[in-house]
């Protein structure tokens, strides 16, 4: 009787500006059965060659990047033409703006770099199978979203947000809506109570990520 062949390796491309996190990744790999690391990238753009030049069949990507490219466009990047490897992120941040740009750009998975190394190896073979990975604070996170309705808000307070976007400040907000500046104060109170924010730019950020930005 026959043996069956075992699967390949899943071939991975490590991505992130930290030399020495991109070595222990490495090292952490070359105890996990069944996964080959190909290739070192410390940026968005050496992940984009070094995957059309290696085929791997899974990038993981770190979101924050020296340089031009983000790890949020190097996945959307990586994976637009449906052809290209899974991108699964390994970050320190788990902000809902964060989980939701990556999975938004295409990313497979998202993960952090607290988790536990049977789960990353886990994580990564899936990811190259096609199944979606992610790490329980972040799974969380999007069901917490998903059961949570978007906070109603009025026209004047979606107008308003409309200019904090434009990066206004009060003065001019009033001025181009044609209120006071004590009226854009108050309707800010509101908004940011509504968003669940503290800072202007906090609610720029949640706005855009429950898409209330007209």
Do not use: W
Request: proline residues 6%.
């Amino acid at each position: 009787m026959s043996t069956p062949l075992s699967a390949p390796p899943v071939r991975l491309l490590l991505c992130d500006d930290h030399a020495v996190v991109r070595a222990g990744l490495r090292a952490l790999m070359s105890s996990a059965d069944g996964i080959d690391v190909v290739g070192e990238a410390a940026t968005g753009e050496e992940a984009l060659a070094m995957a059309a030049r290696l085929r791997p069949d899974v990038v993981l990507m770190d979101l924050q990047l020296d340089g031009g490219m983000d790890g949020v466009t190097a996945t959307r990047r990586l994976t637009e033409d449906g052809v290209g490897p899974r991108v699964l992120v390994l970050t320190m941040f788990d902000t809902d703006a964060d989980v939701t740009r990556a999975i938004e750009a295409g990313a497979t998975g998202y993960l952090l770099k607290a988790e536990q190394p049977d789960e990353l190896f886990m994580a990564i073979r899936n990811a190259a199978s096609g199944r979606t990975a992610l790490s329980p604070p972040v799974a969380d996170r999007l069901l917490t979203r998903l059961r949570s309705p978007c906070p109603a808000l009025s026209p004047r307070e979606r107008e308003i947000l409309g200019q904090l976007a434009r990066g206004l400040g009060n003065r001019e907000i009033a001025r181009a809506l044609f209120i006071s500046e004590a009226t854009v104060k108050t309707h800010l109170s509101r908004i940011y109570d509504k968003l669940g924010v503290e800072t202007r730019s906090g609610a720029v950020a949640a706005a855009k990520e429950r898409r209330l930005l007209p």
